[in-house]
């Protein structure tokens, strides 16, 4: 059964880096998603692709994050200048198009900031 | 705006006994999705079982049943026979009714713990 990849699983980067988290949607979905998970907490929304730009963004998602699909397979998220509170887990997910089903969740990478 | 709340943080239930955990949401849209999705220790986000508001009957899934009152905006999952395999953080999610690219609103979920 064909599912969402990320990589790496785990990343610990220093305060002030930038960090790319990768994501390898399925095959035939064209709408892309990112979510954030802070230790403890719920899931939220950070921001929805589709069609080669951004279709919807929460409050969290400022200038020090952006997304890309560079190459037709990988969904780029990237966050410029880390902060501590940057630390999470992070979803990607996909879903595909034609009848409004659900998202397809990756297993998360899950981001620290020292 | 839509928000889902979840009023149990953490409950346990023995192994082979039914749980439910509540859900409760707040919209004004009339037409919208609502899920529940399982987070186990791995931290893997795995659909369990999804309602569109447009239906009455309640949906099914093995063990997983949900108790879907629109008018009460409450959308309840009942787990029978539980098994260990089910312990894992539950979160309830709603979903606004599009045609696509729509997210997800998360609650805050509830740790469950199935007891041998």
């Known amino acids: 059964e064909p599912e969402v990849t990320q990589t790496p699983s785990h990343q610990v980067t220093q305060m002030g880096q930038e960090v790319i988290l990768r994501c390898v949607p399925i095959?035939?979905?064209?709408?892309f998603y990112w979510y954030r998970q802070i230790l403890g907490q719920k899931v939220e929304f950070l921001v929805s692709?589709?069609?080669?730009?951004?279709?919807?963004k929460s409050e969290i998602f400022d200038d020090q994050f952006s997304v890309e699909r560079p190459d037709g397979s990988n969904f780029t998220l990237k966050i410029r200048s880390t902060k501590l509170e940057d630390s999470a887990m992070y979803f990607c997910?996909?879903?595909?198009?034609?009848?409004?089903?659900?998202?397809?969740f990756g297993p998360g990478t899950r981001l620290l900031v020292l | 705006a839509q928000t889902v709340t979840q009023s149990q943080p953490e409950m346990s239930v023995q192994e082979a006994e039914t749980v439910t955990l509540s859900c409760t949401y707040d919209?004004?849209?009339?037409?919208?999705?609502l899920f529940w999705y399982k987070q186990p220790p791995s931290r893997q986000m795995i659909l369990v079982i999804r309602?569109?508001?447009?239906?009455?009957q309640n949906a099914t899934e093995n063990r997983f049943s949900v108790n879907f009152q629109k008018a009460a905006k409450s959308f309840s999952l009942k787990i029978s026979d539980s098994q260990l395999g089910d312990t894992a953080m539950y979160f309830c999610?709603?979903?606004?009714?599009?045609?696509?690219?729509?997210?997800?609103?998360f609650g805050p979920g509830t740790r469950l713990s199935v007891l041998p």
């Open positions: 997910a996909s879903e595909p198009v034609g009848v409004q089903e659900t998202q397809y």
């Open positions: 095959s035939n979905h064209l709408y």
């Open positions: 692709f589709y069609n080669n730009e951004i279709s919807e």
């Open positions: 919209t004004s849209e009339s037409n919208y999705y």
């Open positions: 309602q569109e508001a447009y239906k009455q």
């Open positions: 999610a709603f979903m606004k009714h599009s045609t696509y690219g729509q997210n997800f609103v």
